[in-house]
Every structure is written in structure tokens, then in C-alpha cells.
């Protein structure tokens, strides 16, 4: 009798605890994103908690509910904040020891310690987080702390992750030669660390991201560096077992060519692209140009031609990734012009576009009209010798040869930086100024410069400003502001982890209004792995036509010439300026730039260490990021970052000295960089 109501209770019990667990789990489902009913209505979006609110406000991010929507792809519904993350180069170097002497890279010498060596001068020996200006790469310590800094602060409010390469030390201690097989272990080390971060976690399935990272290719990835071959290669299928689960599998074939691909962030609506910048890099010595169809990067501009095409076809929009920024101070002119055109003329549905490299914290406008002349100005005998065309300076051959150089020391202690930003603003920032003061109807040119400069179908009289026309020729009216800022686009440079100067990253928020809007279902297109499919057959098929005469250099023929595929059309005329010219879905609101400050992470944490804390104690404590500055700081307007707001920025920048001192402090990282 006893045992049966032992029974009857256990049974009782065990069942009770079976509804509670039941209960919990159904209550934990329905909280969940996936299983929300669908309903746009302000009363779904999630109210923003008075404490998440301080947390975003501190960290400097614009408080705003996030939004919900149907993803096109999977039918289940997704937050989205409006925010991305981009960062790049961050070089870790697993031989940076703490107390190594700085001189020596940060890499422990034989024999005496580095302390005796120094004769006991701290200030030669490398902190455990890094020293700026310093020379030396990443400390394993800084990557990780780095990435623990984002994963607790930033993690929950973005999208997606834009990582632009360079995930290796230099190749500059000829004592500690980097090898093949330890730049494949550290790239597979740093990408394990992304994918631990942002994977879901709530799910078995790799791919399964809750927030999309999109890796791109930097001329330390690969071995030796600064070279890379059109694959398939050892080192792109590397690559692809390497970050297989960032890739999109229906790309598969085409990233083991050359390592660029697309990815689908919010399916139907927005795109990143990853370019493999290295094919168009004049520092690269197995690539030439972008002419003949046998180089890298011609077919790559192929590709992304056609892949435009299919974004624009589906109204859906996309930023441009890479490691190396796009300008002739990194690319080969042919393969730069043809990019920059590429960029201008999909300016209805390219946002921007985002790169590393030179550790720099800057913008650079690039005109696509210009750009376009450049290409039909170049007859086919010049065309293939353009860095030494009669456009260009003859003594700029010896520049080539520096910037070349360079590419091998960049990332390395700062030299001529200074130098090189006001290279910037005179070249790029002061044209600019030139441009829209013309533009200005009330402006009359008081010098000869300014007035060679004009069209050429309209004088104005130095002396009175009286407008006179050529002989017999149609009088043009003068470019309009709005004219000259739809030609344009921006390549945005970004600041690094590896302490070049201090480390930084940026966090990026854009217009989420009305997302829910004219929803583009995928079943309304072909799949993506039926275009790509479809597009290497095309590829192929173009490069197969008349391959051999293409490889010669191009002597002028007669006859019609076959159109250059690598060279886009203009932009229909039907087709709107896209976000990056008019505020609109997608468009560029703000950035957040973090940065931390070594300097002083180095006192706190040795000050925790003298106050009795353990090591990992006052490392926890010191190391952090902060916000060095956003864009509601001067010079930038704070209301939005579109191609115009660049712009004026840059006329700013040449008329106010105090502001272009700011501007150089911040692309220095606050670091308080100096030529010597």
C-alpha cells in the first residue's frame, strides 16, 4: 500500500516537473524572434529599455527600437538595428612578448632579458597591449581583448560585420620568417575567433550566423606577401576551407578562381561584396594591368559587372568591400579607372564603400567622369603603358616605384604620413573646393588657372567677368553643385587594430525607415546558385573569344573595335540616384569611431598590477575602447553622409586649418603622430 502511494506520488511529481519544463520551453519559444507572429505594427518593434538606452548612448550609437522583418529567403522573421561593424588589419603577431625590446619588433632577444638589455627602461620595451607608432604588430592580447570588447559592448545591435583582411604579422623580421603553413593556422585562428562571436549559437548549423561576416583577402594573407595568382590556387582553396563558412556555397567555384564573392545580408534588399583587391594591386608582381583578358583582373571586373547587373535587376542594393582602397596610389591606373567608373556608373544602388590597408582613419572622393575620359582618351598603343602615358608626369615613374616600396614596410613604424595627407588634401580635397567654387553662378575666376579650367566653350573676362563665346561653338552652361557631386563616389579608409597608431574600428548606422516596403520576394528571380552557375558559363565563354590576339599589346586596327566588356555603359537614365546621393532606405546616418588608448591602458594596467591585482585582474580592468569622435563631431555636419556631405567636408577641410589639424589628428587615431 505504502509503495503504491510512493509510486502514485513519485509518478505525480515527475509529471508536474515534465508541464513545468514544457511551460518554460513553450514560454521561451514564444519570445523568441523566429516564432513572433508577423506584424509590422510600432506595437511589435521591442520598446528600448531605460538601461539598454544608457548603454547605447555611452557607447555612442543612436537610440532607436529595432525593426522587424519577413526575411525573404527563410520566411522567419529578423531584427535589424541599422548598424554594421567594419574592421580590419588586425596582425597578430604570436612572437610579441611583453618586455621585448620595442626595436626588435616586440620579439624577445637570445641571452640577456630585454630588461637587463635596456638597462631597466621600460619605455624600450614593448607593453602587453602595444605601444602606437611603435613599429610592431599586434600582441595576441590586443586581438583578443579586442574582440571581447565588441562581443560584450557591440555584438547585440548590429547587422553585420565588414573584415577587410590582414590577419598576419609582417613578413619583416628576417630572423622569424613567416612560412605557408603559419599564415593559413592564423588566418584559420582569427576566423575561428569571428565565427565564435557571431555564430548563432542557438542552432547545430554552421552557416547559421546571427549576425553575417564578410571576410576579404589583404596582401599579408598570403604567402609571400603582396603575391597572389588567379586560382584555383593551393592558397584560394586554402582560403576556402579557411572561411567556408562565411562563403556562400553556390560561390564556391568562383571564389577558388579568385576569392571574391557576394553576400546576401538582408535577402532582397541588401548585399555586401568582397572584392580580392590584390588583382588590381600594383604592388602585386603576378598581375600587369586590367586590359587582356588573362589578368586577374579583368575577369574580376567581369564578374562584378555582370553581378552589379543582377543587384540592379532586382532593386536591391550593396557596399563594396576590400582590403586595398581603390586609388592610384594602389592600383594599376587601367584597373582603378575601370573601377571607379564601375562604382560611378551603379551609383543607383551602391552604397559605399569600405577598405583598410593604410591604417588611416580618411576619405577619398574618386570621379567617375573623369575616370571615363581617361579610358576613351587612351589609344590602344598607350593604353597598355599607361603609367607612362603623356597624361602622366614622366618623374611620376619614380613615385610608382616608391609607392611600391611602401607597400612592403605598410602597417610598419609611420613615416611621411603627414606628408601624405596633405598629398590628399591638395590632390583630391583642393580639387574638389576648385569645383564647386566654379560651380558657384555668384564666383568669377580671378586667376589664370581658374580660368583655363572653365569649359572650354565659355570664357569669362578676367577683367570683368563678362561671359564670351568660342567661335562657333555651342555655349554649355556650367556644371551645377548637384552635377558635380553625382560624379563622384567615396572610398572610405579605415583605421586599424595593429598599433600603427592607436587601435580603432568603426560602427556605421544607416536608414532602416520603411524597410518593410515593396518587400522583394527571392522566388520573384532566378536563385543564386542558378546565376552563378549561369555567369562562370558566360565568363568563360567571353574569355575563350579571340584570347590569343587579346594577350597582345593593342595596336590601332581598322575596322570597329570589339567593345571592352570591363568598361560599363552609362547609367539608364530611369534609374534614380541611389543612397548614397539621396537620403533614402540604406543610406549612411552616422559612424561611431572607437578607438583605445594605449598610452594610457598601459598606466592603468601596470597601476592595477602595483595595487596588488593579478595579471588577467588588470587587464580586465584597464582595456577598453571609447569613442574618439562620431559624425556629429566637427568637421563632419552630424545630419547625414552622403556623397554631398563628403564633399563639403573636404571644401572645409581646405579653407578652416584648425579643422584640417583636427581631421589629421583623428586619421592619426589620436595617437599625436608627427612627420619627423
Same mark, same amino acid.
Given at each position: 500500500?505504502?509503495?503504491?502511494?510512493?509510486?502514485?506520488?513519485?509518478?505525480?511529481?515527475?509529471?508536474?516537473?515534465?508541464?513545468?519544463?514544457?511551460?518554460?520551453?513553450?514560454?521561451?519559444?514564444?519570445?523568441?524572434?523566429?516564432?513572433?507572429?508577423?506584424?509590422?505594427?510600432?506595437?511589435?518593434?521591442?520598446?528600448?529599455?531605460?538601461?539598454?538606452?544608457?548603454?547605447?548612448?555611452?557607447?555612442?550609437?543612436?537610440?532607436?527600437?529595432?525593426?522587424?522583418?519577413?526575411?525573404?529567403?527563410?520566411?522567419?522573421?529578423?531584427?535589424?538595428?541599422?548598424?554594421?561593424?567594419?574592421?580590419?588589419?588586425?596582425?597578430?603577431?604570436?612572437?610579441?612578448?611583453?618586455?621585448?625590446?620595442?626595436?626588435?619588433?616586440?620579439?624577445?632577444?637570445?641571452?640577456?632579458?630585454?630588461?637587463?638589455?635596456?638597462?631597466?627602461?621600460?619605455?624600450?620595451?614593448?607593453?602587453?597591449?602595444?605601444?602606437?607608432?611603435?613599429?610592431?604588430?599586434?600582441?595576441?592580447?590586443?586581438?583578443?581583448?579586442?574582440?571581447?570588447?565588441?562581443?560584450?559592448?557591440?555584438?547585440?545591435?548590429?547587422?553585420?560585420?565588414?573584415?577587410?583582411?590582414?590577419?598576419?604579422?609582417?613578413?619583416?623580421?628576417?630572423?622569424?620568417?613567416?612560412?605557408?603553413?603559419?599564415?593559413?593556422?592564423?588566418?584559420?585562428?582569427?576566423?575561428?575567433?569571428?565565427?565564435?562571436?557571431?555564430?548563432?549559437?542557438?542552432?547545430?548549423?554552421?552557416?547559421?550566423?546571427?549576425?553575417?561576416?564578410?571576410?576579404?583577402?589583404?596582401?599579408?594573407?598570403?604567402?609571400?606577401?603582396?603575391?597572389?595568382?588567379?586560382?584555383?590556387?593551393?592558397?584560394?582553396?586554402?582560403?576556402?576551407?579557411?572561411?567556408?563558412?562565411?562563403?556562400?556555397?553556390?560561390?564556391?567555384?568562383?571564389?577558388?578562381?579568385?576569392?571574391?564573392?557576394?553576400?546576401?545580408?538582408?535577402?532582397?534588399?541588401?548585399?555586401?561584396?568582397?572584392?580580392?583587391?590584390?588583382?588590381?594591386?600594383?604592388?602585386?608582381?603576378?598581375?600587369?594591368?586590367?586590359?587582356?583578358?588573362?589578368?586577374?583582373?579583368?575577369?574580376?571586373?567581369?564578374?562584378?559587372?555582370?553581378?552589379?547587373?543582377?543587384?540592379?535587376?532586382?532593386?536591391?542594393?550593396?557596399?563594396?568591400?576590400?582590403?586595398?582602397?581603390?586609388?592610384?596610389?594602389?592600383?594599376?591606373?587601367?584597373?582603378?579607372?575601370?573601377?571607379?567608373?564601375?562604382?560611378?556608373?551603379?551609383?543607383?544602388?551602391?552604397?559605399?564603400?569600405?577598405?583598410?590597408?593604410?591604417?588611416?582613419?580618411?576619405?577619398?572622393?574618386?570621379?567617375?567622369?573623369?575616370?571615363?575620359?581617361?579610358?576613351?582618351?587612351?589609344?590602344?598603343?598607350?593604353?597598355?603603358?599607361?603609367?607612362?602615358?603623356?597624361?602622366?608626369?614622366?618623374?611620376?615613374?619614380?613615385?610608382?616605384?616608391?609607392?611600391?616600396?611602401?607597400?612592403?614596410?605598410?602597417?610598419?613604424?609611420?613615416?611621411?604620413?603627414?606628408?601624405?595627407?596633405?598629398?590628399?588634401?591638395?590632390?583630391?580635397?583642393?580639387?574638389?573646393?576648385?569645383?564647386?567654387?566654379?560651380?558657384?553662378?555668384?564666383?568669377?575666376?580671378?586667376?589664370?588657372? #581658374?580660368? &583655363?579650367?572653365?569649359? !572650354?566653350?565659355?570664357?569669362? +573676362? $578676367?577683367?570683368?567677368?563678362? @561671359? =564670351?563665346? /568660342? *567661335?562657333?561653338?555651342?555655349?554649355?552652361?556650367?556644371?551645377?553643385?548637384?552635377?558635380?557631386?553625382?560624379?563622384?563616389?567615396?572610398?572610405?579608409?579605415?583605421?586599424?587594430?595593429?598599433?600603427?597608431?592607436?587601435?580603432?574600428?568603426?560602427?556605421?548606422?544607416?536608414?532602416?525607415?520603411?524597410?518593410?516596403?515593396?518587400?522583394?520576394?527571392?522566388?520573384?528571380?532566378?536563385?543564386?546558385?542558378?546565376?552563378?552557375?549561369?555567369?562562370?558559363?558566360?565568363? #568563360?565563354? &567571353?574569355?575563350?573569344? !579571340?584570347?590569343?590576339?587579346? +594577350? $597582345?599589346?593593342?595596336?590601332? @586596327? =581598322?575596322? /570597329? *573595335?570589339?567593345?571592352?566588356?570591363?568598361?560599363?555603359?552609362?547609367?539608364?537614365?530611369?534609374?534614380?540616384?541611389?543612397?548614397?546621393?539621396?537620403?533614402?532606405?540604406?543610406?549612411?546616418?552616422?559612424?561611431?569611431?572607437?578607438?583605445?588608448?594605449?598610452?594610457?591602458?598601459?598606466?592603468?594596467?601596470?597601476?592595477?598590477?602595483?595595487?596588488?591585482?593579478?595579471?588577467?585582474?588588470?587587464?580586465?580592468?584597464?582595456?577598453?575602447?571609447?569613442?574618439?569622435?562620431?559624425?556629429?563631431?566637427?568637421?563632419?555636419?552630424?545630419?547625414?553622409? $552622403?556623397?554631398?556631405?563628403?564633399?563639403?567636408?573636404?571644401?572645409?577641410?581646405?579653407?578652416?586649418?584648425?579643422?584640417?589639424?583636427?581631421?589629421?589628428?583623428?586619421?592619426?587615431?589620436?595617437?599625436?603622430?608627427?612627420?619627423?
Amino acid at each position: 500500500m505504502v509503495s503504491d502511494k510512493r509510486r502514485s506520488y513519485t509518478l505525480l511529481v515527475g509529471t508536474l516537473i515534465v508541464s513545468l519544463c514544457g511551460l518554460y520551453t513553450i514560454s521561451k519559444f514564444d519570445n523568441h524572434d523566429l516564432f513572433k507572429e508577423t506584424n509590422y505594427s510600432n506595437n511589435e518593434n521591442e520598446n528600448v529599455s531605460e538601461l539598454l538606452k544608457e548603454k547605447l548612448t555611452l557607447s555612442g550609437l543612436t537610440v532607436r527600437d529595432p525593426v522587424y522583418i519577413k526575411d525573404a529567403k527563410t520566411n522567419n522573421l529578423r531584427k535589424i538595428h541599422g548598424r554594421f561593424l567594419h574592421i580590419t588589419d588586425i596582425h597578430p603577431d604570436r612572437y610579441y612578448k611583453e618586455n621585448a625590446p620595442i626595436d626588435n619588433l616586440c620579439h624577445p632577444l637570445g641571452g640577456k632579458s630585454s630588461i637587463e638589455e635596456n638597462n631597466g627602461d621600460v619605455n624600450y620595451l614593448a607593453p602587453r597591449f602595444g605601444r602606437a607608432m611603435s613599429g610592431c604588430d599586434s600582441s595576441v592580447d590586443l586581438m583578443e581583448y579586442t574582440l571581447n570588447w565588441i562581443n560584450e559592448t557591440l555584438r547585440d545591435h548590429i547587422d553585420f560585420v565588414i573584415w577587410t583582411g590582414d590577419n598576419i604579422r609582417h613578413d619583416n623580421d628576417r630572423q622569424i620568417p613567416r612560412t605557408e603553413s603559419q599564415i593559413f593556422e592564423m588566418n584559420e585562428i582569427v576566423s575561428g575567433k569571428f565565427r565564435d562571436i557571431f555564430e548563432n549559437k542557438r542552432t547545430i548549423d554552421p552557416r547559421d550566423f546571427d549576425i553575417e561576416v564578410v571576410p576579404s583577402l589583404g596582401n599579408n594573407d598570403v604567402f609571400p606577401h603582396n603575391m597572389f595568382s588567379l586560382g584555383p590556387t593551393l592558397q584560394t582553396r586554402e582560403m576556402f576551407k579557411i572561411w567556408d563558412v562565411f562563403i556562400p556555397q553556390e560561390q564556391r567555384r568562383w571564389f577558388d578562381r579568385g576569392v571574391t564573392y557576394l553576400k546576401e545580408i538582408i535577402p532582397g534588399k541588401l548585399a555586401v561584396i568582397s572584392i580580392n583587391t590584390l588583382y588590381l594591386y600594383k604592388a602585386n608582381p603576378l598581375v600587369d594591368d586590367c586590359n587582356s583578358k588573362k589578368e586577374p583582373g579583368y575577369q574580376l571586373l567581369l564578374w562584378l559587372g555582370y553581378t552589379l547587373e543582377e543587384l540592379r535587376q532586382r532593386n536591391m542594393k550593396v557596399w563594396l568591400s576590400g582590403h586595398v582602397p581603390p586609388i592610384l596610389k594602389n592600383f594599376d591606373k587601367s584597373c582603378c579607372d575601370k573601377f571607379t567608373l564601375w562604382t560611378h556608373e551603379y551609383r543607383d544602388i551602391i552604397v559605399g564603400g569600405v577598405y583598410g590597408h593604410m591604417n588611416m582613419d580618411h576619405f577619398i572622393p574618386i570621379d567617375g567622369e573623369k575616370a571615363r575620359k581617361d579610358l576613351e582618351s587612351m589609344e590602344d598603343e598607350t593604353y597598355w603603358f599607361d603609367e607612362l602615358s603623356e597624361k602622366q608626369d614622366p618623374l611620376d615613374i619614380y613615385e610608382l616605384a616608391e609607392d611600391a616600396s611602401d607597400a612592403h614596410s605598410m602597417g610598419a613604424k609611420p613615416i611621411n604620413k603627414v606628408s601624405y595627407m596633405n598629398k590628399v588634401k591638395a590632390e583630391y580635397y583642393q580639387e574638389i573646393q576648385r569645383e564647386l567654387k566654379l560651380a558657384d553662378p555668384q564666383f568669377t575666376p580671378l586667376d589664370e588657372k #581658374d580660368f &583655363e579650367d572653365l569649359d !572650354d566653350d565659355v570664357e569669362l +573676362s $578676367l577683367a570683368g567677368g563678362k @561671359k =564670351k563665346k /568660342k *567661335k562657333q561653338k555651342e555655349k554649355k552652361k556650367r556644371p551645377t553643385k548637384d552635377e558635380i557631386y553625382e560624379k563622384y563616389s567615396i572610398v572610405n579608409i579605415a583605421g586599424s587594430v595593429i598599433p600603427t597608431f592607436n587601435p580603432s574600428f568603426r560602427i556605421w548606422e544607416y536608414n532602416i525607415s520603411c524597410i518593410n516596403e515593396d518587400t522583394i520576394m527571392a522566388n520573384d528571380y532566378k536563385p543564386w546558385d542558378t546565376f552563378f552557375a549561369e555567369l562562370e558559363t558566360k565568363i #568563360d565563354q &567571353e574569355l575563350s573569344l !579571340d584570347v590569343d590576339s587579346d +594577350s $597582345l599589346p593593342h595596336i590601332a @586596327k =581598322k575596322g /570597329k *573595335k570589339k567593345p571592352d566588356k570591363t568598361i560599363p555603359g552609362k547609367k539608364p537614365s530611369e534609374y534614380p540616384l541611389g543612397p548614397a546621393y539621396v537620403e533614402q532606405l540604406f543610406s549612411p546616418t552616422k559612424f561611431i569611431e572607437y578607438f583605445a588608448d594605449l598610452k594610457q591602458i598601459d598606466k592603468d594596467y601596470q597601476s592595477f598590477l602595483k595595487a596588488g591585482k593579478s595579471k588577467a585582474e588588470a587587464a580586465e580592468k584597464a582595456f577598453k575602447y571609447q569613442i574618439e569622435y562620431t559624425s556629429d563631431d566637427k568637421p563632419y555636419k552630424g545630419k547625414s553622409l $552622403l556623397v554631398k556631405d563628403f564633399l563639403d567636408i573636404a571644401v572645409e577641410l581646405c579653407d578652416d586649418d584648425n579643422e584640417w589639424s583636427t581631421f589629421l589628428d583623428k586619421a592619426f587615431i589620436s595617437s599625436g603622430y608627427k612627420d619627423d
